[in-house]
């Protein structure tokens, strides 16, 4: 059985008796099931590659399946990055992300590396699927209260050279697999920002500031708050920063990927 899927049942739903995303087709466990038997049934009719080692017959393989590098251990209770003791790092200490905590499932490497760029320069949506089962138990395991999975949205520009935000790929699926609201329209870009790849610290974080605002429908409510990749956290916790604005009750954040200072913070 594909991963994600086996714990589906035992799962419980998110706490909100009168919430209509439980009956929601794309957010009952059963229509998840369905959604993926779908995935694998069209893999069989049509065989994809591997998105990150690019073998055929599987859309990821269990060469890549046995390779990521799943980022465990002691982290940073706060910006989760590893560390050798228990808490808050020394940076966070200094200056708190304005996010509760931030974790990702594997380290910015290779097979999640070549995966992640398949998904952001070519419009492959089964792949996205996939990084969403496969990270799903992760994500549930954090047992995180929240109550609606939100993608860090592309600027205006970049939303019409692409056509579509890669992140939203991996988290629409993800908030199917969790039983959440996917409200990607909750966070919107005020202005486009640069690329955030070889700017320090510092630079990353003043180019993010004030760059989202958050839509009303977060008011009271706990938020996670998603991206393909994090370095520093200083996107996520701008996001984080406008969610709390529009009176978010708690922000979580996640991503896929992380970029470790050992590796150079490069190709982020
Ligand atoms: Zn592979
Ligand atoms: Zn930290």
Same mark, same amino acid.
């Given at each position: 059985?594909?991963?994600?899927?086996?714990?589906?049942?035992?799962?419980?739903?998110?706490?909100?008796?009168?919430?209509?995303?439980?009956?929601?087709?794309?957010?009952?466990?059963?229509?998840?099931?369905?959604?993926?038997?779908?995935?694998? $049934? #069209?893999?069989?009719? @049509?065989?994809? &590659? %591997?998105?990150? /080692?690019? *073998?055929?017959?599987? =859309?990821?393989?269990?060469?890549?399946?046995?390779?990521?590098?799943?980022?465990?251990?002691?982290?940073?209770?706060?910006? $989760? #990055?590893?560390?050798? @003791?228990?808490? &808050? %790092?020394?940076? /966070?200490? *200094?200056?708190?992300? =304005?996010?509760?905590?931030?974790?990702?499932?594997?380290?910015?490497?290779?097979?999640?590396?070549?995966?992640?760029?398949?998904?952001?320069?070519?419009?492959?949506?089964?792949?996205?699927?996939?990084?969403?089962?496969?990270?799903?138990?992760?994500?549930?395991?954090?047992?995180?209260?929240?109550?609606?999975?939100?993608?860090?949205?592309?600027?205006?520009?970049?939303?019409?050279?692409?056509?579509?935000?890669?992140?939203?790929?991996?988290?629409?699926?993800?908030?199917?697999?969790?039983?959440?609201?996917?409200?990607?329209?909750?966070?919107?870009?005020?202005?486009?920002?640069?690329?955030?790849?070889?700017?320090?610290?510092?630079?990353?974080?003043?180019?993010?500031?004030?760059?989202?605002?958050?839509?009303?429908?977060?008011?009271?409510?706990?938020?996670?708050?998603?991206?393909?990749?994090?370095?520093?956290?200083?996107?996520?916790?701008?996001?984080?920063?406008?969610?709390?604005?529009?009176?978010?009750?708690?922000?979580?954040?996640?991503?896929?990927?992380?970029?470790?200072?050992?590796?150079?913070?490069?190709?982020?």
């Amino acid at each position: 059985m594909p991963e994600g899927v086996g714990n589906l049942f035992k799962r419980k739903l998110p706490s909100q008796p009168n919430c209509p995303w439980r009956q929601c087709l794309f957010h009952n466990p059963l229509s998840y099931k369905l959604y993926r038997a779908v995935w694998i $049934g #069209l893999d069989l009719i @049509f065989p994809p &590659t %591997c998105g990150g /080692c690019r *073998k055929p017959g599987t =859309r990821w393989c269990s060469d890549c399946q046995n390779t990521v590098p799943l980022l465990r251990g002691e982290v940073c209770e706060r910006c $989760g #990055l590893p560390q050798d @003791f228990a808490g &808050t %790092c020394p940076t /966070c200490k *200094k200056e708190k992300p =304005r996010f509760s905590a931030l974790r990702s499932w594997s380290v910015f490497t290779n097979p999640v590396q070549s995966a992640l760029h398949r998904l952001k320069y070519r419009r492959d949506v089964g792949l996205g699927d996939m990084l969403a089962a496969q990270m799903a138990d992760f994500v549930r395991e954090l047992d995180w209260p929240v109550d609606l999975i939100i993608p860090i949205p592309l600027g205006r520009k970049r939303m019409v050279e692409r056509g579509y935000n890669q992140v939203g790929l991996i988290a629409r699926p993800l908030a199917m697999a969790l039983g959440l609201e996917y409200a990607p329209h909750e966070l919107t870009r005020r202005r486009e920002t640069r690329s955030q790849v070889g700017l320090s610290k510092q630079a990353r974080r003043d180019n993010v500031r004030d760059a989202f605002s958050a839509g009303t429908r977060v008011k009271g409510k706990t938020v996670l708050v998603m991206d393909d990749v994090a370095t520093t956290g200083s996107t996520l916790s701008s996001g984080a920063d406008a969610l709390f604005s529009s009176g978010a009750k708690d922000v979580y954040a996640v991503t896929v990927a992380r970029a470790l200072p050992q590796h150079g913070m490069v190709n982020v």
